[in-house]
C-alpha cells in the first residue's frame, strides 16, 4: 500500500477502468475512482447480466472474501460478452460490465448489490454502534482553517478526468461534535479491515493489499456529531445517542524495516478538503515520535499524497523556523538540516524536498558545517573523557543557504497554511505508544 488519496481529485483513470459506477455509504452517495476486487457474487460473471442492474439478484450483504475475491477487479468477461448489459448506452456497449451501485455498510464496511437486504443489515449494525479497535485520540474542539472551492468547478477539458485551476479560498469552520481516532489490529477484526480495504481500493489507484491485512495496523478517523436538543415539553427526555460516521483512516505496518509510519491514507470522498488529511498525517508522525522512530510515509507515494505531503512537512518546517531565536548581536542563526528534521520528526529527504518547494532559501555560499554537541551516551557516559573546551574542530567546508524568516511568513501567507499543529499531542490517551527507557521496564 502507498500513501495517498487524502484530499482532492483523482487523475489519469479511464472510464474502462471502473467496475462500479457509484457507492452508497450510509445516507451518502458518490461516485467510485479506481476498480475494486469484490468478489463474483458482487460483481457477476462474464456475460454481465446482472453487472448493470441497480439491485441485481443474488447479492449477498455480507463481505467476506472467498475463492471469488481474488479476480482481476476487470468485472470479468470481454468486450463481446458486455454488449448484452442492460441499460448500457452506445458507448458502454464496447466496455466490460459495470456494477451500478454497490451498497456499503457505514459501520462495518460489509456490502452488497442488493438494496433490500443492506437496508436491513444497516439497521441492525447501526443500532449496535460498534466500533472495532480502540481510542486513541480525540481532537481538541475549536476553530480551525480549511480551503473551500470560491465557487462551482470549471468544466474539465474533453478527454480529461479531473478539473484543474479552481481558485480555493480559506474558511474558518468550527467543530462540532467529537472527532477521534481509533486504532484497529488487522490480526483482530481480519474481516472488517478487510472489507475496509476493499472499499478503499475504489479510491486509491496503487493501493495492493487486500487480503492479507493481519501485518497491519489500522486508524480510524471517526466523527461524531453532537446529540440533538431535547424537546423541553416532553415528560421523559429520551436522548438517542449519535450515531459515529467513519470518514477515513490510514494503516500502518507492525513491523516496517524502512520505518514507515504510515502505508495508505484515505478520506473518504464527501469529507475531502476539510483539513482532515493533514490531522491523520500529523497523528502517525506524533505515534513516531513517541515511540522513539524517524519515519515517513512508505515510497513511492502517488501524485495526489505527494502533493498533501509536501503541503504538511512545509507547514511543519515553517513553523519551527518561525519559533527559532534570534542570535546574540543580530547574528544569523545556524542550522542543518538534521536539526530541522530532529525537530520536526520528519526524514531529513523529505525536510530537503519540502524546503525546495517552499523556495524560500537563497544561495549564501560556503561555510563550516555545524558541530554537534556528542551526546552523553554516545561519549561512553558521564564518565567517559571529554577533550578540552580549547581544543580546535576541523570541519569541511560546505554549502549553504540563508532563509529569512520574513520570506517563510510571506509564503505562509500566499500559500494558505495554517502554523497551528494538525494534531495535538495532548489529546493521546495517557501513555499510548510511548516508548519506555531501560530504567522504566527494570521497575516494571
Same mark, same amino acid.
Given at each position: ?37 469484490? %468478489? ?73 448489490? $442488493? ?10 449494525? @447501526? ?24 465557487? +462551482?468547478?470549471?468544466? +474539465? ?12 479560498? $480559506? $474558511? ?5 461534535? @467529537? ?7 488487522? @490480526? ?36 461524531? +456529531? ?69 519515519? %515517513? ?76 554537541? +556528542?551526546?552523553?551516551?554516545?561519549? %561512553? ?8 573546551a580549547a581544543a580546535v574542530v576541523e570541519?569541511?567546508e560546505v554549502p549553504r543557504v540563508r ?11 500566499r500559500n494558505g497554511i495554517s502554523l $497551528? ?24
Amino acid at each position: 500500500m502507498r500513501a495517498s488519496g487524502h484530499g482532492g481529485s483523482r487523475a489519469g483513470t479511464t472510464e474502462t477502468d471502473r467496475n462500479i459506477d457509484k457507492v452508497v455509504l450510509g445516507n451518502v452517495i458518490f461516485r467510485a475512482w479506481y476498480p475494486s476486487y469484490y %468478489g463474483k457474487e458482487v460483481l457477476g460473471d462474464a456475460s454481465g447480466a446482472n453487472s448493470t442492474t441497480k439491485g441485481g439478484k443474488g447479492g449477498k450483504s455480507g463481505g467476506k472474501p472467498g475463492a471469488g475475491s481474488k479476480a482481476n477487479g476487470d468485472a470479468g468477461g470481454s468486450k463481446d460478452d458486455a454488449t448484452g448489459a442492460k441499460g448500457q448506452g452506445k458507448r458502454d456497449r464496447d466496455n466490460p460490465p459495470m456494477l451500478d451501485r454497490l451498497y456499503v455498510c457505514p459501520c462495518c464496511f460489509k456490502y452488497s448489490k $442488493e438494496l433490500v437486504s443492506w437496508l436491513e443489515h444497516v439497521r441492525v449494525c @447501526e443500532r449496535q454502534r460498534f466500533i472495532p479497535g480502540n481510542k486513541i485520540y480525540v481532537h481538541p474542539k475549536g476553530r480551525r482553517m480549511v480551503l473551500v472551492p470560491s465557487g +462551482p468547478a470549471p468544466k +474539465p477539458a474533453r478527454g480529461k478526468r479531473a478539473s484543474g485551476g479552481q481558485k480555493m479560498v $480559506e $474558511e474558518v469552520v468550527h467543530d462540532e461534535g @467529537e472527532w477521534s481516532i481509533w486504532e484497529v489490529d488487522g @490480526e483482530k477484526d481480519v474481516l472488517f479491515c478487510q472489507n475496509l480495504s476493499l472499499f478503499a481500493k475504489l479510491f486509491l489507484d496503487n493501493k495492493s493489499v487486500f487480503f492479507d491485512v493481519t501485518g497491519f495496523n489500522y486508524f480510524l478517523l471517526v466523527h461524531t +456529531p453532537p446529540a440533538p436538543p431535547t424537546d423541553p415539553n416532553a415528560e421523559v427526555a429520551e436522548i438517542a445517542p449519535a450515531r459515529s460516521q467513519i470518514v477515513g483512516f490510514f494503516s500502518k505496518e507492525k513491523m516496517s524495516w524502512d520505518n514507515n509510519n504510515l502505508a495508505c491514507i484515505l478520506i473518504f470522498p464527501p469529507w475531502q478538503r476539510k483539513g482532515l488529511g493533514a490531522l491523520l498525517m500529523g497523528a502517525s508522525y506524533e505515534i513516531s515520535r513517541r515511540e522513539g522512530i524517524m519515519g %515517513g510515509p512508505e515510497k513511492p507515494i502517488s501524485d495526489l499524497g505527494k502533493k498533501g505531503y509536501k503541503r504538511f512537512w512545509a507547514g511543519e518546517i515553517a513553523r519551527w523556523l518561525l519559533t527559532l531565536p534570534p542570535s546574540a548581536a543580530g547574528e544569523e542563526t545556524v542550522v542543518d538540516v538534521n536539526e530541522c528534521s530532529q525537530a520536526t520528526w520528519i526524514a531529513p529527504d523529505d525536510c530537503l524536498l519540502a524546503l525546495r518547494e517552499m523556495s524560500v532559501a537563497e544561495d549564501a555560499g560556503k561555510g563550516p558545517s555545524r558541530v554537534r554537541e +556528542p551526546k552523553a551516551e554516545e561519549i %561512553g557516559g558521564p564518565a567517559a573523557v571529554v577533550a578540552p573546551a580549547a581544543a580546535v574542530v576541523e570541519t569541511a567546508e560546505v554549502p549553504r543557504v540563508r532563509i529569512s524568516q520574513q520570506a517563510v511568513r510571506a509564503w505562509v501567507a500566499r500559500n494558505g497554511i495554517s502554523l $497551528e499543529k494538525t494534531c495535538d499531542p495532548n489529546g493521546f490517551v495517557e501513555g499510548y505508544a510511548v516508548k519506555q527507557t531501560e530504567e522504566e521496564e527494570v521497575a516494571v
